[in-house]
């Protein structure tokens, strides 16, 4: 961030491709005080600038449906746990976006 200021709205976008994206949990850690899992046991190997958000509308990530194993954005999607825990905070800071793969061997 260029200019330190207060969270009061907190969206999350990603792109990744995963051969087993059930097997990925993936969070956002504030300075090791505030946490929130974004999503878990993802359905699409291919997440191309997922946009996670309190107000999403596709419904849950955990939920999205990609018959062609690629999700995309739009819409959003809702996050596992709520972005607005968040809110308040500094927006300057550690922040750690963490994915963690939570089988070995692929």
């Not at 504030?30 to 946009?51: H, K, P």
């Amino acid at each position: 961030f260029d200019v330190c200021g207060v969270v009061t709205d907190l969206d999350v976008s990603w792109t990744l491709n995963h051969s087993y994206p059930q097997d990925l949990t993936l969070s956002l850690i504030r300075e090791n005080r505030t946490a929130a899992v974004l999503g878990t046991s993802l359905n699409c190997a291919v997440q191309d600038g997922i946009i996670l958000d309190d107000l999403g509308t596709g419904g849950t990530i955990g939920d999205a449906k990609c018959p062609d194993g690629n999700l995309t954005s739009p819409p959003s999607y809702l996050p596992h746990e709520p972005l607005s825990g968040f809110n308040g905070l500094n927006a300057c800071g550690r922040w750690k976006f963490i994915i963690q793969d939570r089988v070995e061997g692929d």
